[in-house]
C-alpha cells in the first residue's frame, strides 16, 4: 500500500482576487476548510502550507501548518508543493489548491486509483486543459522540483514536461469541479455563497 500525503496550498497573494481567497467562503465554509475537509476525505494526514496570513490557529491531529521553506518562500505553488514534499513523509503526495471550491472526495480517489511507481505524476485533464495542482506527484520528483525552483522556472506546466506523466481524463460534465476562483468576477459567477 502506497503512502500518500496531502498538501492543501495556501501561501499565495491572492492579488487577483483582492482580498485573502482562503477565506472567502462558498455554502458557508471558507474555502480553506473546505480544500482541508475534501483532501482529509481521501488521505489520512494532510500538510498545509501557508504564507504569512495562517488561517488556522492550531494544528490538528491529522493536519500539520508550515511554511515554503526559505529560498524559495512565496515563489508559487511549486515552492508550496516542494517544502511539503522535503518533509520526506510520503512515497505519493496529492496536492490540492485553496482556490477550488466546488472539487468532491471523488475527483481526488480516482487519481489516486491511478498511482503506478512507473510514473512520477498522476494529473488530471479535462477538455484538454490539464490540471497540475489537482494531481499526485511522486517523492522521487522533488529534485526536479528543486532543480526547476533554483533555475527561477516556477511554472508547473515546464516541470511536468520534465516528468513522465499519467493523464486522466474527465468527462465535460465532471469541468465544473475543477473551477478555480481567481477573481471576484469569477466568484460572483459561479460561487455566489
Ligand atoms: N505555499 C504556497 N502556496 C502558494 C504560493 N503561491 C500560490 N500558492 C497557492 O497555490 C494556489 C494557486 O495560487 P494562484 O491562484 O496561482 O496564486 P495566488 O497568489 O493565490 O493568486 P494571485 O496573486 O491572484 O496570482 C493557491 O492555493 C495559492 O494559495 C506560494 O508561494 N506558496
Redesign the pocket.
Known amino acids: 500500500m502506497e503512502k500518500i500525503m496531502g498538501i492543501v496550498?495556501?501561501?499565495?497573494?491572492?492579488?487577483?482576487?483582492k482580498k485573502d481567497?482562503?477565506f472567502a467562503s462558498y455554502q458557508g465554509i471558507s474555502f480553506y476548510e473546505n480544500a482541508l475537509s475534501v483532501m482529509l476525505a481521501c488521505v489520512d494526514n494532510t500538510y498545509f502550507?501557508?504564507?504569512d496570513n495562517q488561517p488556522l490557529q492550531e494544528e490538528t491531529e491529522n493536519i500539520h501548518v508550515i511554511k515554503?521553506l526559505e529560498p524559495f518562500?512565496?515563489?508559487?505553488?511549486l515552492?508550496?508543493i516542494y517544502?511539503a514534499m522535503n518533509n520526506n513523509a510520503a512515497n505519493w503526495y496529492l496536492v490540492l489548491?485553496?482556490?477550488t471550491p466546488l472539487l468532491k472526495p471523488f475527483i481526488l480517489k480516482r487519481l489516486i486509483s491511478y498511482i503506478d511507481d512507473r510514473v512520477d505524476a498522476i494529473v488530471p485533464r479535462i477538455n484538454n486543459r490539464i490540471q497540475p495542482?489537482i494531481a499526485l506527484y511522486k517523492l522521487d520528483t522533488i529534485d526536479v522540483m528543486e532543480q526547476q525552483l533554483i533555475v527561477g522556472k516556477r511554472s508547473m506546466h515546464q516541470l511536468l514536461g520534465k516528468l513522465t506523466v499519467t493523464y486522466v481524463d474527465f468527462s465535460t460534465d465532471d469541468e465544473i469541479y475543477f473551477i478555480?476562483i481567481?477573481t471576484q468576477e469569477e466568484y460572483q459567477r459561479y460561487v455566489r455563497d
Open positions: 496550498l495556501n501561501g499565495g497573494k491572492s492579488s487577483r482576487f481567497k482562503a502550507v501557508v504564507g515554503d518562500k512565496g515563489q508559487g505553488p515552492a508550496g517544502s489548491p485553496v482556490d495542482l478555480n481567481n
